[in-house]
């Protein structure tokens, strides 16, 4: 099986797990083989989530094919594609109910920890000497904007903390301080216009969600077609 294929059925399988968990979800418990007629409905009902969920498998699925011609290393681009869709339903949910789950960063920590045992398959001393520089990175994350989210009232929450905290072990710390930063710039550059454009107010809060997956596929996009990977 090509590193392309690979690739692609990885951003597929995601992709169709997400579609049913942000789409497909019953608070009503109906029996699972309703799930993809919910799914259905709730892309209908939904049609800028819809949006999100399909321009963030877009983006996944060119990148699946520039790093399978590539031929990146599998462990590699799993994570990232595994990430970039996982995003899209962190996204949804934030906007909907304001809160990042941490059902699925758990699902998200379980899957890298998954994939650390296939990169240790691959090359230990590599993999235990990269991972040592993720996590640093990840705790570092997590007490300067841990700090920040005790020492303001509003904005940022300890699920947009542990959210970003995850991107260096799935993108590296190079790749992923790179995203935290376009993601705030991208979440400023949004507070602006709502705020001159008077579409929110200045106690409203943001979500800062969807400015990460913006943040992070723009890193990924411009690392892959304008510079480099690694």
Same mark, same amino acid.
């Given at each position: 099986?090509t590193?392309v294929?690979?690739?692609?059925?990885v951003?597929? @399988?995601?992709g169709?797990?997400?579609l +049913?968990e942000?789409?497909?979800?019953?608070a009503?418990?109906?029996g699972r083989r309703?799930?993809?007629?919910?799914?259905r409905?709730?892309?209908?009902?939904?049609?800028?989530a819809a949006?999100?969920?399909?321009? %963030?498998v877009?983006?996944?699925?060119? !990148?699946a094919?520039?790093?399978?011609?590539?031929?990146?290393?599998?462990p590699f681009t799993?994570?990232?594609?595994v990430? @970039?869709?996982?995003?899209?339903?962190v996204t949804v949910?934030?906007? $909907?109910?304001?809160?990042?789950?941490?059902?699925?960063l758990g @699902? !998200? #920590?379980?899957?890298?920890?998954v994939?650390y045992?296939?990169?240790?398959?691959?090359?230990?001393?590599a993999?235990?000497?990269?991972?040592r520089g993720?996590?640093?990175?990840?705790v *570092?994350v997590?007490?300067?904007?841990g700090l920040v989210?005790? %020492?303001? $009232? =509003?904005?940022?929450g300890?699920?947009?903390?542990w *959210?970003?905290?995850?991107?260096p *072990?799935?993108? =590296?710390?190079?790749?992923?301080?790179?995203s935290?930063l376009?993601?705030?710039a991208?979440?400023?550059g949004?507070?602006?216009?709502?705020l001159? /454009?008077?579409r929110?107010?200045?106690?409203d809060?943001?979500? +800062?969600?969807?400015? *990460?997956?913006? #943040?992070?596929c723009?890193v990924l996009l411009?690392? %892959?077609?304008?510079g480099? %990977? /690694?």
């Open positions: 099986m590193p294929l690979v690739n692609v059925l951003v597929l @399988v995601v169709c797990v997400v +049913l942000c789409f497909g979800y019953d009503h418990g109906e309703h799930s993809v007629a919910r799914a409905r709730g892309l209908h009902d939904s049609p800028r949006g999100v969920l399909g321009a %963030t877009v983006v996944a699925l060119a !990148l094919v520039a790093w399978g011609l590539e031929d990146l290393p599998l799993t994570r990232l594609l990430l @970039v869709v996982a995003l899209a339903a949910a934030d906007v $909907r109910s304001g809160v990042v789950p941490y059902l699925y @699902v !998200l #920590g379980a899957v890298r920890v994939v045992g296939w990169e240790l398959l691959v090359d230990a001393p993999t235990v000497l990269v991972a993720e996590i640093v990175t990840a *570092i997590v007490v300067v904007l989210r005790l %020492t303001q $009232r =509003g904005g940022l300890w699920g947009d903390v *959210i970003l905290a995850l991107l *072990i799935f993108l =590296g710390p190079r790749l992923a301080l790179l935290i376009a993601a705030f991208v979440a400023f949004f507070s602006l216009w709502a001159i /454009s008077r929110k107010g200045r106690r809060s943001f979500p +800062l969600a969807p400015a *990460i997956l913006v #943040g992070v723009a411009y690392a %892959t077609f304008g480099a %990977t /690694s």
